[in-house]
Structures are given as C-alpha cells and as structure tokens.
C-alpha cells in the first residue's frame, strides 16, 4: 500500500490513484447496502436461536434503515464541516466494529443496538458517497462516475437474498454480520490511502448537536406517521402523532429557514435546477419501490408464480439496471440530462402501466419485457439525475447535496413502499394491480419534471459535448 495520499484536488484523480478510490467506494457502500436486506432470509432463524417472535424479528431489519434515515443530513452537514474523507473513513470504521458487534450478540437488545450503530456507519457512508465521486473523477466525466456508483448499489440491492443464502448454507446467521469485516478492512485501507481531502476548504459553519437531533425527530416522527398510515393504525393514535409531528415540524423548519448552512438544504434548494431535480428523484423512487413492492404479490397471487418463479422473473428489472447505468452515466456527458431523465422515466411509466394492464394467460415473457423497460428507463434516468444533483451545487456544500440525493431516494422509497401497503389494506385483491398503476403515475410525473429542465442551464461540467470528442483527463 502507498504512503497517505491526501493532498486537495482541483480536478479529479490522476490515474491510477482514481481507480483505487473509486474501488474503496464501491466495497463501503456495496457492502453498506447489502446489509439493507442480507438479514432478511436470516429472520427465521435469528428468531429461533434468540427465542423470540418472528414479529420482533423484523427490528433487526427495521432498526438499521431507520438510523441510516434519520443520520443522513447530519454527517453529510458534518462532511461540509470537518472533511467528507474523514466521516467516511469513521462510517467504514464503525460500520465494521458494529458488524462484529452483531455477529456475537445473543440478546435482541444487543442485536438492535448494534444494527443500529451499523446503520450510522451507512449513513455516513451513504450521506456522501456521491461528493468523493465528485472529487475522485475530473469535472467532465463525473456521469461515468455516476454510474459506477449506480451499478454497485443497483448490484448490491438485488443482491442480498441471493448471498444470504450462500451463506446459510454453509454457516450460521452470525456470519451474515462476520462477512463484513474484512471487506471493511479493505475498504478502510483503501480509502485512507487514496480518498482525497476536501478541495476548498471547509465551511464556516459548525456542527450543531441540537440541530441534529432535532433533524432525527422530524424525519423520525414522518415516517412513523407515513407507517402509521399505511398500516391502519388507530384514527386517535393517528391525530396525536400527526399533532406532535406538525408541532415539530414548524420548530425544525422554522429554524433551517433562517440558518446559513441549514441541515435541510434551503439554501441549495433556491436553485431551480437543483430543486426540479430533487423532485424528479423523488417521483422516481416512489415509482420505483411501489413496483417492486407490488410485483411479487402481483405475480403469486394474480397469476400463481411459486416464489421460485417470482424471484427469477424480478431479476430482469434489476440485471438491464446493472448493465446500463455506466452507459447512462457515459450518454449523459453528451445528452442533456433532462432528455436522459425524461425518456427514461417515460419508458419506466409505461412498463409500468403495461404490467398492471396483462394480456389474458401470459406467458413469462409478457413479465419479463415489460420489466426490462422499466429497468432500462430507470437506469437512463438515474445516473444523469444524480450528476445534475451534485454538479449543481457548490464544492464546499457538496456534502448537503450528496445527503440530500441519498434522502430523496429513502424518501421516495420509503413512501412507495407504504402507499402500496395501504392499497393492500384498503383494495385487498386488487391492490397490486391498482399500485402498478400508481408506480407509472409516479413515474410519468418524474418524466414532465425531468422535460422542465430541458430550459434551465447546466452546470458546465455536464454541458453535452459533441459525439466523438473526448475530454481524457491526461493525468
């Protein structure tokens, strides 16, 4: 390993210093989010082992997404301040002290805290991936960037069931958690090698603990009252958390209105450009998780599928993701991003509306097409919008952009997946059918926001250059 390279960069990486460092970032966050959903397979027998219900079970899922929501904005306020370097390297740190943590508890409690600490680990990881992209490829090329990062967490997301499996077959649940550390090492050498320092500095502002906690409630206090919802949770329960959310909400946002550096970023969201393309991210991934959410029920209760037939016919929504988002990042150095965004969430919508309108007896290939559009639209939408999210804000607020873009998509997710569980509550049977439709009204309404920028300008980095011509950085 080379001695520390952390000298700021005004351009990207030279090469091959920008390999190692774009691999430092694929290991942390491929392993942060597979760790989203690796303990899913695993619930029955953690619950057997710790004698507990299978309903308790669910903590250990929920109780890292959770702290992963509600710390994003935080560390990524915390990166703007102290240097997006260091709060990655203590999120690998203590994303692997924490998997340690987890392979040896044997009480709930202890399993929960530990995930729980697992889940700031990724949110610090998460919170400003996007902005170490930003510093580790040239201006020019942050799309090819873009979509590597795509890639790794479109890989990482789908793969989870498939490698907890692997694993219990040949170990116990513990090994889930133990797997994590040596590619924690790795991760931790590799980026306190060749991750770059901040560029211009830091900015002025200074962490506010108060700030953040009050930040955690106001998220908390949201999806609680979303979950609520959608889960048909008693009507007073229902107003008493809706009262106590609004009165927060008015002293959160009152005071991020009036801060300089606010945690939610206000300031950053005056830019239109900016703003129009959180929005479209938002309406993606809520398009997104309601189709997914939606699809294995679909296919089993509808049409019959084993959970065999159900896993592999899903595959084809992800595997077209995976193998054109870095083409995605690539176009978009040479198409303007609103085009890219608009068509690919146009196609989204109508795989979408063309799964919850079937043929009568289709056959697999009627299921599989119609997900490889919404696969491939998502994926020419999603590296181009988070290149426009990133290179339109500031250097020094890099770090608020790359948490805000992480939060539009829990957001989004977040929300999708339990609107398409009120829709089972409240239409039964035909639940799935009606949230497939929804999924491509989400998504259509992402493609007329995407089309809106097509009259705002870009950020010079994403001008499209002229096909052919290449920009190599000659580093």
């Given at each position: 390993?080379?001695?520390?390279?952390?000298?700021?960069?005004?351009?990207?990486?030279?090469?091959?210093?920008?390999?190692?460092?774009?691999?430092?970032?694929?290991?942390?966050?491929?392993?942060?989010?597979?760790?989203?959903?690796?303990?899913?397979?695993?619930?029955?027998?953690?619950a057997r082992d710790l004698r507990i219900s299978e309903a308790a079970s669910i903590w250990v899922?929920?109780?890292?997404?959770?702290?992963?929501?509600?710390?994003?904005?935080?560390?990524?306020?915390?990166?703007?301040?102290?240097?997006?370097?260091?709060?990655?390297?203590?999120?690998?740190?203590?994303?692997?002290?924490?998997?340690?943590?987890?392979?040896?508890?044997?009480?709930?409690?202890?399993?929960?805290?530990?995930?729980?600490?697992?889940?700031?680990?990724?949110?610090?990881?998460?919170?400003?991936?996007?902005?170490?992209?930003?510093l580790i490829f040239p201006a020019s090329q942050l799309g090819r960037g873009m979509g590597i990062?795509?890639?790794?967490?479109?890989?990482?997301?789908?793969?989870?069931?498939?490698?907890?499996?692997?694993?219990?077959?040949?170990?116990?649940?513990?090994?889930?958690?133990?797997?994590?550390?040596?590619?924690?090492?790795?991760?931790?050498?590799?980026?306190?090698?060749?991750?770059?320092?901040?560029?211009?500095?830091?900015?002025?502002?200074?962490?506010?603990?108060?700030?953040?906690?009050?930040?955690?409630?106001?998220?908390?206090?949201?999806?609680?009252?979303?979950?609520?919802?959608?889960?048909?949770?008693?009507?007073?329960?229902?107003?008493?958390?809706?009262?106590?959310?609004?009165?927060?909400?008015?002293?959160?946002?009152?005071?991020?209105?009036?801060?300089?550096?606010?945690?939610?970023?206000?300031?950053?969201?005056?830019?239109?450009?900016?703003?129009?393309?959180?929005?479209?991210?938002?309406?993606?991934?809520?398009?997104?998780?309601?189709?997914?959410?939606?699809?294995?029920?679909?296919?089993?209760?509808?049409?019959?599928?084993?959970?065999?037939?159900?896993?592999?016919?899903?595959?084809?929504?992800?595997?077209?993701?995976?193998?054109?988002?870095?083409?995605?990042?690539?176009?978009?150095?040479?198409?303007?991003?609103?085009?890219?965004?608009?068509?690919?969430?146009?196609?989204?919508?109508?795989?979408?509306?063309?799964?919850?309108?079937?043929?009568?007896?289709?056959?697999?290939?009627?299921?599989?097409?119609?997900?490889?559009?919404?696969?491939?639209?998502?994926?020419?939408?999603?590296?181009?919008?988070?290149?426009?999210?990133?290179?339109?804000?500031?250097?020094?607020?890099?770090?608020?952009?790359?948490?805000?873009?992480?939060?539009?998509?829990?957001?989004?997710?977040?929300?999708?997946?339990?609107?398409?569980?009120?829709?089972?509550?409240?239409?039964?049977?035909?639940?799935?059918?009606?949230?497939?439709?929804?999924?491509?009204?989400?998504?259509?309404?992402?493609?007329?926001?995407?089309?809106?920028?097509?009259?705002?300008?870009?950020?010079?980095?994403?001008?499209?250059?002229?096909?052919?011509?290449?920009?190599?950085?000659?580093?």
């Amino acid at each position: 390993m080379t001695a520390r390279l952390h000298t700021p960069v005004s351009d990207g990486l030279p090469m091959p210093r920008r390999l190692w460092a774009i691999l430092a970032i694929a290991l942390s966050i491929g392993v942060s989010v597979l760790d989203a959903t690796i303990a899913n397979v695993a619930l029955p027998s953690i619950a057997r082992d710790l004698r507990i219900s299978e309903a308790a079970s669910i903590w250990v899922v929920n109780a890292y997404q959770i702290a992963t929501i509600l710390f994003l904005l935080p560390l990524s306020s915390l990166g703007d301040t102290v240097g997006y370097r260091r709060v990655y390297l203590w999120g690998i740190a203590l994303f692997g002290v924490a998997s340690v943590g987890c392979a040896v508890a044997h009480t709930l409690p202890l399993l929960i805290a530990m995930r729980v600490v697992q889940g700031l680990g990724a949110a610090a990881l998460c919170s400003i991936n996007s902005t170490l992209i930003r510093l580790i490829f040239p201006a020019s090329q942050l799309g090819r960037g873009m979509g590597i990062n795509a890639t790794v967490v479109a890989l990482a997301s789908v793969a989870g069931p498939t490698v907890a499996a692997a694993i219990l077959s040949v170990a116990s649940w513990e090994w889930l958690f133990a797997i994590n550390v040596p590619i924690s090492v790795v991760a931790f050498a590799l980026s306190y090698a060749f991750l770059p320092e901040n560029p211009e500095g830091r900015t002025a502002r200074r962490f506010n603990l108060r700030e953040a906690l009050l930040n955690a409630l106001f998220f908390g206090l949201l999806f609680s009252l979303v979950e609520g919802l959608s889960h048909g949770l008693d009507a007073g329960w229902l107003l008493l958390l809706a009262v106590i959310f609004g009165v927060v909400a008015v002293w959160y946002l009152r005071g991020q209105l009036r801060a300089r550096y606010p945690l939610l970023p206000f300031d950053l969201m005056r830019d239109r450009l900016f703003s129009v393309t959180v929005l479209t991210s938002v309406c993606s991934y809520l398009g997104q998780m309601s189709a997914l959410v939606a699809l294995p029920f679909y296919l089993q209760l509808h049409y019959g599928y084993t959970e065999l037939s159900t896993g592999l016919l899903l595959t084809a929504w992800p595997a077209v993701t995976i193998l054109l988002s870095p083409l995605a990042g690539w176009l978009v150095e040479r198409v303007h991003a609103g085009w890219l965004g608009g068509l690919g969430l146009t196609m989204m919508a109508a795989g979408a509306a063309l799964l919850g309108w079937m043929p009568d007896s289709p056959t697999e290939w009627d299921f599989v097409w119609r997900m490889v559009l919404c696969g491939a639209g998502f994926a020419l939408f999603q590296s181009p919008n988070n290149s426009v999210l990133i290179a339109s804000s500031p250097t020094s607020r890099s770090g608020a952009a790359s948490g805000v873009q992480a939060t539009a998509r829990l957001l989004g997710q977040t929300t999708g997946a339990a609107l398409v569980a009120l829709l089972f509550h409240l239409m039964g049977e035909e639940g799935p059918r009606v949230a497939m439709w929804l999924a491509a009204i989400f998504a259509a309404l992402g493609a007329v926001v995407s089309f809106s920028r097509l009259g705002l300008p870009l950020p010079e980095a994403l001008q499209p250059k002229k096909w052919g011509r290449s920009d190599e950085n000659p580093k």
